[in-house]
Structures are given as C-alpha cells and as structure tokens.
Nanobody, 123 residues
C-alpha cells in the first residue's frame, strides 16, 4: 500500500490545518489507518487512528478535543482536522496503515508508513 500525505504548512498558534492521506489500495490487512508525528531528534509518536471498517477513533491525550480523524472509504482517504494548534504541535506528520492488533496501534510496530508532511505552528 502506498500512502500519500498532504496538507502540511505554516500556521499561527490557534489556527487550523487539515491533513489528508490517500492510500493506493485497501487490503485485508488494512485494519487501522492513522497519523504519527515526529520532531527532529525525538521518537515518532502516535497522534490519532481510525478503524477502517469499525470507524472507531483513537487519540493521543495531547490532541484529544483539538484534532479529529475521519475517513472516506470510497476514496481510500483519511483526514486529520487539526484545530487550536499549538507550537508544540510542530512536527513532521506521517500517515500509516496498521496491520497489527489493537494493543499495538499506538506503537511503531506493524506499520506501513507514508512520507511525512511538515506542520509548523508559529507562536
């Protein structure tokens, strides 16, 4: 599965951005799809994910209430609507397909990664 992320950019604190991730296909192993982010020198961290079939959503505590993940199964696309952005949200955001079990969803295991898109939030 090829993943293409887009929508990053520069925004002021308090602003909003919408990231998109287009998947080339959906296979039986595509159980969840979501977003991680990484700051240079730090480990990649979980942001949000959604179950492809269930539609259940999962969020990191740091973004809960500010970010919303959604999907369009017909288009094989996932979106991350980010609001009330903070400078600490600045990172490269990666979309990923998770083919593992739910308990490893927030880890780096069992992931098929797309390229990242840079989000910069200025103070």
């Amino acid at each position: 599965v090829q993943l293409q992320a887009s929508g990053g950019g520069l925004v002021q604190a308090g602003g909003s951005l919408r990231l998109s991730c287009a998947a080339s296909e959906r296979t039986s192993s595509t159980r969840y799809i979501g977003w991680f982010r990484q700051v240079l020198g730090k480990e990649r961290e979980f942001v949000a994910a959604v179950g492809w079939m269930s539609g259940h959503t999962y969020y990191a505590d740091s973004v809960k209430g500010r970010f919303t993940i959604s999907k369009d199964n017909a288009k094989n696309e996932v979106y991350l609507q980010m609001t009330s952005l903070k400078p600490e949200d600045t990172a490269v955001y990666f979309c990923a397909v998770h083919s593992g079990i739910l308990s490893s969803l927030r880890s780096l295991l069992s992931k098929n990664w797309g390229q990242g898109t840079l989000v910069t939030v200025s103070s």
